[in-house]
């Protein structure tokens, strides 16, 4: 009987740090490949395909670029970062961060006119979630992109309890690309501020090029 108690306890252990090690080290659904994605140049370091796989993502923080997949009857686009806008992370209609673009003023200015189609989206997709259905798990990206500017990442939708292994787990992955395209945005803002620094450089220059040149 001790031994049998001895042993559903060393089963019981081992599950629960089974459970701890998962949560503590998340997948981020990502992988590191030299292969290119198929019909395309990129080759991603990171990717991520959605839950309803649909909507995915991949970066190269090598060229600075973004892979957005929309459904698998319509090709990737890859953008460069300066034409990153926004990235939303939404937990049933709760908005837990918001990373944007801060320059230049064209594209903040863009930015600010997707806000109201951004927001009806992240009511019309979390609705159920909020009537206590489905709880939903999305990244919402924006990019500069005048007749698709709006992408869905979905990485929970499905019944399931808030605090529970599998929604912690959906929510860290989640919460690791959102930190990933932040990143890039401030990436994005630094790079614009530097050409135009050196493009406000180069009238300066140029004419004290021509007085000496005198």
Not at 26 to 45: L, M, N, Q, R, V
Not at 209 to 214: D, N, P, V, Y
């Amino acid at each position: 009987m001790d031994a049998m108690f001895l042993f559903l306890l060393f089963v019981v252990f081992m599950t629960i740090l089974g459970l701890f090690l998962i949560l503590s080290n998340p997948s981020t659904g990502s992988s590191a490949s030299t292969e290119k994605i198929e019909g395309t140049d990129f080759i991603p370091s990171q990717m991520f395909m959605g839950d309803d796989g649909l909507g995915g993502l991949a970066v190269n923080e090598r060229t600075k670029q973004l892979c957005l997949f929309t459904s698998p009857e319509v090709s990737p686009r890859i953008l460069p970062i300066a034409d990153f806008i926004s990235t939303d992370l939404v937990k049933n209609g709760e908005k837990l961060g918001e990373g944007i673009r801060s320059f230049p003023q064209q594209v903040v200015t863009y930015g600010q006119g997707l806000r109201h189609q951004k927001e009806a989206l992240i009511t019309n997709l979390h609705m159920d979630a909020a009537n206590g259905g489905n709880s939903r798990i999305d990244l919402i990206i924006a990019v500069h992109d005048e007749e698709d500017p709006l992408l869905i990442v979905n990485f929970l939708d499905m019944e399931t309890t808030e605090g529970g292994i599998l929604f912690e787990k959906s929510l860290s992955t989640a919460t690791h690309w959102h930190n990933v395209l932040d990143g890039l945005i401030l990436e994005a803002d630094q790079c614009a501020q530097s050409q135009a620094k050196a493009k406000a450089k180069a009238p300066k220059q140029k004419k004290a090029l021509a007085k000496s040149a005198r």
